[in-house]
């Protein structure tokens, strides 16, 4: 799987847009780029995820870049419960197994 | 989205004790599910793939024989933590293919080792 990196840490107000940046410069041609986000204590939640073209639903839409060197996962009226550490994950599929960075922690603030 | 369950959610045992954690695949089939450890503050690490019917893989550092993986079903796949020790408590999670391009995981197991 190809690295990717994040930044550790972002702050977005409650009702504004969250955009969390992603870069996997070295993604090959046929991995996908996954988003997940774990809540304390619970398991990773699926986002979306998308190999070449935009994504959108009632989650959250996916901006890959033309070059797909890197990413942008918009969630577009964030609120307090957003709040989480959200993965960006560059994979094959599903049937192979997803390698977890450190992630972006998200505080969504009042 | 696809459902996957673990029980129990939270387990607390005596050192040398053998804890066996379930997952579970609800309303999907699943040939492959994966074990990961979170260890606090730290990102999630896979252990293992596990495959119905067959032998789990283990990635590189994790004894085979201290973590029993079991794949008995399409539905279930189990974990056990054979004499376990203070330095096995972490937080286990389970996550399973749905046969479309996405894993889906599921709530976690919290291990207490005394």
């Known amino acids: 799987d190809a690295k990717t990196t994040q930044p550790p840490s972002m702050d977005c107000a409650e009702g504004r847009a969250a955009n969390l940046p992603c870069n996997h410069s070295?993604?090959?041609?046929?991995?996908?780029v996954y988003w997940y986000r774990q809540i304390h204590s619970q398991g990773p939640q699926y986002i979306i995820h998308?190999?070449?073209n935009n994504e959108t639903n009632e989650m959250a839409s996916l901006i890959i870049t033309e070059d797909r060197k890197s990413s942008t996962l918009i969630l577009p009226h964030a609120t307090l419960r957003d709040t989480a550490v959200y993965y960006c994950i560059a994979g094959y599929n599903a049937g192979n197994m997803l390698t977890f960075g450190g992630g972006t922690r998200l505080m969504v603030k009042p | 989205g696809a459902v996957v369950s673990q029980h129990p959610s939270r387990v607390i045992c005596k050192s040398g004790t053998s804890v066996k954690i379930e997952c579970r695949s609800l309303?999907?089939?699943?040939?492959?599910m994966f074990w990961y450890r979170q260890f606090p503050k730290k990102s999630l690490m896979l252990m293992a793939t596990?495959?119905?019917?067959?032998?789990?893989?283990?990635e590189q550092g994790v004894e085979k024989d201290k973590f029993l993986i079991n794949h008995a079903s399409l539905t279930l796949s189990t974990l056990t933590v054979t004499s376990a020790h203070p330095e096995d408590s972490s937080f286990y999670i389970c996550s399973a293919n749905s046969g479309e391009d996405t894993q889906y995981f599921g709530p976690g197991t919290r291990l207490t080792v005394l």
């Open positions: 596990s495959n119905e019917g067959s032998k789990a893989t283990y």
């Open positions: 309303d999907f089939q699943a040939t492959t």
């Open positions: 070295t993604i090959s041609g046929n991995e996908y």
């Open positions: 998308g190999l070449k």
